[in-house]
């Protein structure tokens, strides 16, 4: 379910070809774009995110929760300015593409 | 009967005439020559192939010919043509076995895209395959001929040819180009090696060519399975070093080392990927070459060692 | 059959196997070494691989010549992925520009899936827009980052002005270059078809923000690119287009109709009925016999003709792989260039531009894909 604040749905986003292929490369992810046919490498915390992504729609606060129980709380805290600049990029690649929250569209 | 045991005056008719074929096992020539010297250097480093007749498919059918241009008066010089076509500015005609190597290099780059093609040089023993991918210059071909030399069977100094449907390493043993101070180098490593004549003056400096050894010939046509993947750079001075290559900066290594990564897209990725999964990668430094030798003989043992089921990362 | 007569042995049998893909399993080894390099070199090797695998002819031909094929069909779709991802940076670059994008030739043929896309290797992107939106056409693509070539002041002036496309574009690091034609034959040719009527015929293509021509536009504009707007040297692939094109557009009869009211419309009749002729003889398409009495008042001189069928076929097809091009195909291939430039620039532009870099340097669009081999 969306979450929703007053005001406004939660952006979440998904990855836009979830059969894409995949290497996963120790705890790194070598993905192909089959639209650009470019490779791209994603560190551990792209490739975790990344995957989640693959699974289902999720928003920021989702994904925070995601990636802290994968680190089984150890290290330093995610911050959600870390997440949304490693979904820009993302999205910039073509990898993953905002859905929208609001159901009334 | 075998391309050495040919009579030279034979050899350099059919040269002239309807051509030699060479199966090289990535792909089969058929070349022709009526330049004086290279049937005679042809026959040295190519000895141990099998005579057969030009006749059937060929990938690549190439000739040399003398440049048909004014300035073969004042300065003779030789072309390869292949299918009609001239791909490069001609050559002083007494470098005509470099020119042959390199046009047949470019016609296989541009010909076997059904293969992804490393820029590597690619040996084996017992059947699995060490691939040694590198830029010009780090000094992948001398340490390839080093490793030929001392027992490893040559697969390739130049294509790391890999099918595509399995993976396997397809051998293509060829002449291996030395250049400026390796030639020396390679004399004093081995007293065995088939050393072809020494062509001055080319733009890379001197060339001289190293004949793949008879077993490497032989067995031209047994692919093998790739477990090592090592990262050589030759530093003057440099003590040994071999150090893992994290998997990830493996595949981006290879992706941008292969000729045909971004031709071949998701099949490249796919190929890329099952070889770095499937192979223990290093770099490795080295000066020595001995010790280079060595060290890759050791990685090689050691990877026998652990169980294919069990090795996960590279360490 | 003019083809038969002129043609030398592989070119023959290369006509044979394109038209009937069953008769590759009769070639003998000796024989494919001859196709598949004549083909290679005529740029139809993809195209020939095609033809076999839409047969499933494939898997019985000898595995060094289906392993060729397949070669090249990898080079053919890398291409193909490359026209995408240009196609899709175009439609985002004229967006808002709100123009008509009209595809032509290859991409075309891509994006609506017909047969003859199958291998065609690709060498680059070709875009028709309105003349008077080129130039903001023009400048909305270098704004977005595509980059003209590096031409000197001639032969930008040859482009712009007498020519039917902006001297090519290029996005950095592309494999394909990027034609914009504003109509589909030169300015200055003799020939002047009805460009506007090309827009209003055209109609929406299989991808969004693009349309294509009508499909008897299209066979005109096969027809043309062939024999108005080409020297004919080692051309048999776009015979081979046109013949393919005539084969699935024309399955419906009524179309026949509709394609010589057209050519009349846009005054094309001479090169459809030099296209029709030849790849009748040397493919055998079939052209119904109305059509080609509908096209008489069009016929070249008698003279034309025999020199035509003379000369075509040796100017047309790959020269034989074991040898240069003997004498007499050169001389057809200077006759056909001469020809070339005859049709394009009227006299006296002629003596103009003959004086700079030679027509056929700026012609040669195709860049190649594969990385240089580092030679060693």
């Known amino acids: ?105 | 009967m075998r391309i050495g045991d040919l009579a030279t005056s034979v050899f350099d008719r059919e040269m002239r005439g309807a051509g030699i074929a060479l199966d090289f096992g990535l792909a089969k020539v058929r070349v022709r020559a009526e330049v004086p010297g290279f049937s005679e250097a042809f026959r040295f480093l190519y000895a141990h192939f099998p005579c057969e007749p030009p006749q059937g498919f060929f990938e690549i059918t190439a000739s040399l010919r003398r440049s048909r241009g004014l300035r073969r008066h004042v300065r003779p010089q030789v072309e390869f043509v292949v299918d009609g076509e001239r791909p490069f500015e001609p050559f002083p005609s007494d470098t005509h076995v470099p020119l042959f190597e390199w046009g047949v290099n470019f016609c296989v780059a541009r010909r076997c895209n059904h293969r992804l093609l490393l820029h590597a040089g690619a040996v084996a023993r017992d059947g699995e395959a060490v691939l040694l991918p590198a830029l010009p210059g780090t000094g992948k071909s001398t340490l390839t001929a080093a490793l030929a030399a001392r027992g490893f069977r040559l697969l390739s100094d130049e294509f790391g040819a890999l099918r595509l449907s399995d993976g396997a390493v397809l051998p293509a043993p060829r002449p291996i180009a030395l250049k400026n101070e390796s030639i020396e180098l390679m004399r004093r490593f081995s007293k065995d090696v088939a050393l072809g004549p020494t062509f001055p003056k080319t733009r890379k400096g001197s060339v001289a060519h190293l004949a793949p050894a008879a077993e490497s010939v032989a067995r031209r046509h047994e692919p093998a399975r790739p477990v090592l993947l090592v990262f050589p750079q030759f530093v003057r001075g440099a003590a040994l070093a071999v150090e893992p290559v994290r998997r990830s900066r493996a595949f981006a290594r290879l992706s941008t080392n292969a000729f045909n990564y971004e031709l071949l897209g998701p099949a490249a990725f796919d190929a890329v990927g099952r070889l770095v999964q499937e192979c223990n990668c290093y770099s490795l430094v080295y000066d020595d070459l001995d010790g280079a030798v060595d060290a890759i003989a050791t990685l090689l043992a050691r990877r026998g060692r652990r169980s294919h089921a069990g090795a996960t990362s590279g360490h | 059959m003019r083809f038969d007569r002129s043609a030398h042995a592989p070119a023959r049998v290369l006509l044979e196997v394109c038209g009937n893909p069953s008769r590759a399993c009769a070639l003998s080894l000796d024989e494919w070494d001859l196709v598949v390099r004549a083909a290679r070199s005529a740029k139809l090797l993809a195209t020939l691989g095609a033809r076999l695998a839409a047969e499933r002819l494939l898997p019985r031909l000898p595995r060094a010549v289906a392993d060729a094929m397949e070669s090249e069909a990898a080079l053919a779709r890398y291409r193909d992925q490359m026209a995408r991802l240009e196609l899709r940076r175009v439609a985002r670059a004229l967006a808002p520009l709100d123009l008509p994008i009209v595809l032509l030739k290859g991409v075309a043929y891509l994006i609506e899936g017909l047969a003859i896309a199958g291998g065609r290797l690709l060498a680059d992107v070709d875009i028709l827009v309105p003349r008077d939106r080129l130039e903001a056409a023009e400048r909305a693509l270098v704004q977005a980052g595509w980059r003209s070539s590096d031409l000197d002041e001639l032969d930008q002036r040859y482009y712009r002005e007498w020519s039917h496309e902006l001297p090519p574009l290029r996005f950095p690091d592309h494999p394909l270059e990027l034609d914009v034609h504003h109509t589909i034959l030169p300015v200055t040719g003799r020939l002047h078809p009805d460009a506007a009527a090309l827009f209003a015929a055209s109609r929406a293509a299989k991808l969004e923000g693009f349309r294509v021509l009508s499909p008897e536009d299209q066979v005109l504009h096969a027809c043309v690119h062939l024999f108005q707007d080409s020297d004919l040297s080692n051309r048999l692939r776009d015979l081979i287009d046109v013949d393919g094109l005539a084969r699935e557009l024309g399955r419906d009869d009524a179309f026949w109709d509709r394609l010589l009211a057209r050519s009349r419309r846009h005054g094309l009749d001479r090169p459809l009925w030099y296209a029709l002729h030849f790849a009748a003889d040397a493919l055998g398409t079939t052209v119904p016999r109305r059509a080609f009495d509908a096209l008489v008042d069009a016929l070249p001189s008698r003279i034309a003709r025999a020199l035509m069928d003379r000369l075509l076929p040796l100017a047309l097809l790959p020269s034989h792989p074991d040898r240069m091009p003997p004498v007499h195909v050169r001389l057809s291939r200077g006759a056909m260039r001469a020809r070339y430039q005859w049709l394009r620039l009227p006299p006296s532009l002629l003596a103009t531009h003959a004086l700079g870099k030679a027509l056929r340097g700026l012609r040669m669009k195709l860049s190649s894909a594969t990385p240089e081999p580092s030679p060693h």
């Open chain 1, 1 to 105: 379910m969306p979450d929703r604040t007053p005001g406004g749905p939660d952006p979440r986003w998904r990855a836009c070809h979830p059969t894409i292929r995949s290497v996963p490369l120790d705890d790194e992810l070598a993905v192909f774009n089959p639209v650009s046919w470019e490779t791209h490498l994603l560190n551990p915390g792209g490739a975790q995110v990344f995957e989640v992504l693959l699974e289902r729609a999720a928003s920021i606060r989702e994904l925070r929760a995601e990636l802290e129980a994968l680190r089984a709380d150890e290290g330093e805290p995610i911050r959600d300015e870390q997440i949304e600049a490693l979904l820009a990029e993302l999205e910039d690649l073509g990898l993953i593409t905002r859905v929208s929250g609001d159901a009334d569209r």
